[in-house]
T-cell receptor, first 114, second 112 residues
Framework: ETGVTQTPRHLVMGMTNKKSLKCEQHLGHNAMYWYKQSAKKPLELMFVYSLEERVENNSVPSRFSPECPNSSHLFLHLHTLQPEDSALYLC?????????????FGQGTRLTVV | GENVEQHPSTLSVQEGDSAVIKCTYSDSASNYFPWYKQELGKRPQLIIDIRSNVGEKKDQRIAVTLNKTAKHFSLHITETQPEDSAVYFCAARTSGTYKYIFGTGTRLKVLA
């Protein structure tokens, strides 16, 4: 249904757990993003990768660790999260910044930290 | 830092009426302005976009206007329908950067 696929769709984890979110894009884009969407807040940019290299890190706590093994895959490794980290985590991809085009979003992972 | 302000946060209109959502951006180097629609439980999807070399763009019932001098842009939906009910986000992007800066969103309710 979408060129950007995220798994899992829902995740419940304890504060001491370690889990990973996965994102895959089939659009041939060379930039990938992680956004956090909390209630009544704008979409918060967390990380940006271009051609597997991190180009943006928006002061995200170290308990969130991104990984981009190739231009089609992006992971977000989670450990020792806090309840306030509960949110919808959206992955997106886009073409290179020289071309002003849209970011395509995945369906998101609804994360609940208990 | 860069930011995008969006108003109103909620908007209710009667079916068939028009809806207008406004955004203001801070980075004068921004040159691309997409609008996304996010239905409940779904991903944000692009509905219309505009580049800085254009003042207005229309696609059926949806239009976007851009005022570069004032650094604001607006989404106009005419003849609203119940299926237009969703959260709408504006965004701004600067050429040569990867950042899309999003507004806080507007929850639109179209009352039948």
């Amino acid at each position: 249904e979408t060129g950007v696929t995220q798994t899992p769709r829902h995740l419940v984890m304890g504060m001491t757990n370690k889990k990973s979110l996965k994102c895959e894009q089939h659009l041939g884009h060379n930039a990938m993003y992680w956004y956090k969407q909390s209630a009544k807040k704008p979409l918060e940019l967390m990380f940006v990768y271009s051609l597997e290299e991190r180009v943006e890190n928006n002061s995200v706590p170290s308990r969130f660790s991104p990984e981009c093994p190739n231009s089609s895959h992006l992971f977000l490794h989670l450990h020792t999260l806090q309840p306030e980290d509960s949110a919808l985590y959206l992955c997106a991809s886009s073409q290179d910044p020289g071309r002003p085009t849209e970011a395509f979003f995945g369906q998101g992972t609804r994360l609940t930290v208990v | 830092g860069e930011n995008v302000e969006q108003h109103p946060s909620t908007l209710s209109v009667q079916e068939g009426d028009s809806a207008v959502i406004k955004c203001t951006y801070s980075d004068s180097a921004s040159n691309y302005f997409p609008w996304y629609k996010q239905e409940l439980g779904k991903r944000p999807q692009l509905i219309i976009d505009i580049r800085s070399n254009v003042g207005e763009k229309k696609d059926q019932r949806i239009a976007v206007t851009l005022n570069k001098t004032a650094k604001h842009f607006s989404l106009h939906i005419t003849e609203t329908q119940p299926e237009d009910s969703a959260v709408y986000f504006c965004a701004a992007r600067t050429s040569g950067t990867y950042k899309y800066i999003f507004g806080t969103g507007t929850r639109l309710k179209v009352l039948a």
